[in-house]
């Protein structure tokens, strides 16, 4: 496939969202890594389970953010915010940046609705006729 045809095609939307979506469950994953440090000085200290917990989280988004391409990922990714917001049995902490980051993938499900709907509507800068 050559460039020409690569610009007569346009730029893919989703691409750039499932992009989006996966840096967002990466930095999500480094948040929750990040919350070690506030467990173990907090709420009675780190335990097996608190550790296991969000260690095993952190490499779950990872591991999704690799999965980003299928249809149904958007609402894996809501769905394990779920599972965040229930650390609150953890560190009140832990659930806090559950709390934050649903509210982030409630933005995102916002965003990709809008972008199905200029698709639909032929509005996106790529569905535009090239400049005269």
């Known amino acids: 496939m050559s460039a020409d045809s690569d610009r ?11 992009g989006v979506m996966a840096g967002t469950l990466i930095l999500e994953a480094i948040v929750v890594l990040l919350a070690l440090p506030v467990v173990s000085t907090a709420d009675g200290g780190l335990t097996a389970a608190s550790g296991t917990y969000l260690i095993g989280l952190a490499v779950v988004l990872v591991l999704l953010a690799g999965l980003q391409g299928r249809a149904w990922a958007i609402w894996v990714n809501l769905g394990i915010q779920v599972v965040l917001i229930a650390g609150w049995a953890v560190s009140g902490a832990v659930g806090f940046i559950g709390l934050v980051f649903a509210a982030v993938w409630l933005l995102i499900l916002y965003l990709r609705s809008e972008v199905r709907r200029r698709e639909a509507h032929g509005l996106l800068p790529g569905q535009q006729p090239p400049p005269d």
Not at 8 to 18: E, I, T, V
Request: aromatic share 18%; glycine share 10%; net charge positive.
């Open 8 to 18: 007569a095609a346009g730029p893919d939307p989703w691409k750039s969202f499932r």
